[in-house]
């Protein structure tokens, strides 16, 4: 299982050419929407990249949800130097109301005077200015959806290896499905859907009560086999602040944990059959050591074959992806990845949330 899970899943994406839509003959007038929440050292970092992207016609719709820091003023300040490109959405705290992410999305979308949405967050850095074009370049009539790319920025200590490795990973398998027809999540970082598509699928009204999922919930609910690209292409990554705790990166997943219950049954399944295979290949391996250990090298054997055809399909996509040093760590980052998903998904699945 776990060859075929390497072979002829992640094949696809190692296999895969990488296409850019820069010179793509469409270039809509699009909206980029993004959420702020106490954001604003990210935003005097990052927002002037965003509003600077080299594109014909866009607007950046910016959401400043509820913030108590000086958030304000410093949107005001560029909106004064982008008059005619930034749009902000101001939403004030109620004090018997309380809504989660999601709420100042659908703020956003109707902020939004375009068909084209390009979702991303306030940490968020474009790889490019080309960034918007390759990411509205791989609209087209039949593509309602695209998927892209958004690593963490690299830096020192392992959490910050574990937390790109995992970031890889997942997008690895998100895109690789993509390809296969079976598209059933996106990240929100680097995201982008049209107007249409949101209202016809009711926005976020099937998961609105729950705290994640703006992203991967409603690329679940609404892509189908046919309306899914991707982009990939080095100028169409968007790189992202990562956590620098163990216990903030770990409530991170377990948001991420809460929302995969919801997904469609057969997504569900697909994705229960990937973990359990990796984690019984481990498991079944300990065994055969201990209560085999005369019979060693038939183990080892099977876990080196499975490591080289890893290397050998993760090699091509962490190039794609721009992650080859972690290619070093790769046999230890992988045990890890699966117990800690695992162990994380037990016991964050059944957790209410209800904030942003």
């Not at 509003?51 to 016609?57: I, K, R, S, V």
């Not at 084209?116 to 791989?138: K, R």
């Not at 690895?172 to 996106?186: D, R």
């Not at 991707?230 to 409530?251: C, G, M, N």
Request: hydrophobic share 40%.
């Amino acid at each position: 299982m776990q060859l075929y899970y390497i072979y002829f899943v992640y094949g696809k994406l190692a296999f895969y050419s990488i296409k850019s839509f820069r010179e793509a003959p469409q270039q809509p007038p699009v909206s980029v929407v993004i959420c702020a929440h106490n954001e604003e050292e990210n935003l005097k970092s990052f927002l002037p990249q965003l509003l600077e992207q080299d594109y014909p016609l866009f607007e950046v719709v910016l959401v400043d949800d509820c913030s108590d820091d000086d958030t304000k003023w410093i949107l005001k300040e560029f909106s004064s130097k982008y008059p005619e490109r930034l749009k902000v959405v101001e939403i004030k705290e109620h004090i018997r109301l309380k809504h989660t992410k999601k709420f100042a999305l659908t703020m956003g979308i109707k902020a939004a005077k375009h068909e084209h949405l390009v979702f991303t967050d306030a940490d968020c850095q474009p790889a490019s200015p080309l960034w918007l074009a390759e990411i509205v370049g791989a609209f087209s009539p039949e593509k309602e959806i695209v998927l892209g790319y958004s690593p963490y920025f690299k830096q020192k200590g392992f959490l910050n290896k574990l937390i790109r490795f995992e970031t890889a990973h997942t997008a690895m398998s998100y895109l690789s499905y993509a390809l296969k027809g079976n598209a059933y999540m996106g990240v929100g970082r680097n995201l982008a859907y049209t107007k249409s598509l949101f209202y016809k699928g009711k926005g976020f009204n099937k998961h609105m009560h729950i705290k994640s999922g703006d992203d991967d919930l409603f690329v679940n609910h609404n892509a189908t086999n046919t309306n899914v690209n991707i982009a990939i292409h080095a100028d169409a990554h968007i790189r992202s602040v990562p956590k620098k705790t163990w216990k903030s990166y770990y409530k991170q997943k377990a948001r991420h944990s809460g929302a995969s219950t919801r997904y469609k049954s057969k997504h569900k399944g697909m994705l229960a059959t990937q973990l359990l295979s990796a984690l019984l290949f481990y498991l079944a391996l300990i065994v055969c050591f201990v209560l085999y250990p005369d019979l060693w090298y038939i183990p080892l054997g099977i876990y080196i074959v499975r490591l080289l055809s890893q290397l050998f399909i993760f090699n091509r996509i962490y190039t794609k992806l721009i992650v080859r040093d972690l290619l070093i760590w790769f046999p230890l980052l992988d045990v890890l990845y699966y117990f800690y998903i695992c162990i994380n998904g037990l016991f964050n699945r059944g957790k209410k949330q209800t904030s942003w």
